[in-house]
């Protein structure tokens, strides 16, 4: 399933195209286990060689990257995988992130899911290699 997430976003990207609002109810599998990513209602066009702000009212809030709970207005595909790596977490933990609907509660609790090098997590330059921490 990650591997068909990955190759859907890819193509989307590849065309200038970000989702948006990547979670588990937006990903379906047919009956021959095809995946089919659905909900492009929060899509938008992107050039990733331009930094044009972009609004980070994006995302489902526990799919949300820690930069866009903290303002920031510039994104790329790293939203949606991001959103692609707390579904990969859920399916590994076998639970989902959900608890508190406000976005204080979340980013609380973000350094308590990372350990003790959470620093990592405020930057989407360094996020692979944080990593290992996750």
């Known amino acids: 399933m990650l591997q068909q997430l990955l190759h859907g976003l890819d193509h989307w ?42 609004t980070s009212r994006v995302v489902t809030l526990w799919y949300r990257p820690p930069e866009l709970l903290l303002g920031a207005t510039h994104n790329g595909v790293v939203v949606d995988l991001w959103s692609t790596g707390c579904i990969l977490a859920e399916l590994y933990a076998d639970a989902r992130w959900n608890g508190s609907t406000k976005s204080s509660s979340y980013v609380a609790r973000l350094p308590m899911t990372a350990g003790e090098n959470h620093s990592c997590l405020m930057s989407h330059a360094t996020i692979f290699s944080c990593i290992d921490v996750l």
């Open 13 to 54: 990207h590849t065309l200038g195209v970000l989702h948006g609002d990547i979670k588990d109810s937006n990903l379906l599998i047919d009956n021959n286990g095809v995946l089919k990513i659905a909900d492009f209602g929060l899509a938008c066009f992107f050039d990733p060689r331009q930094t044009l702000p972009l």
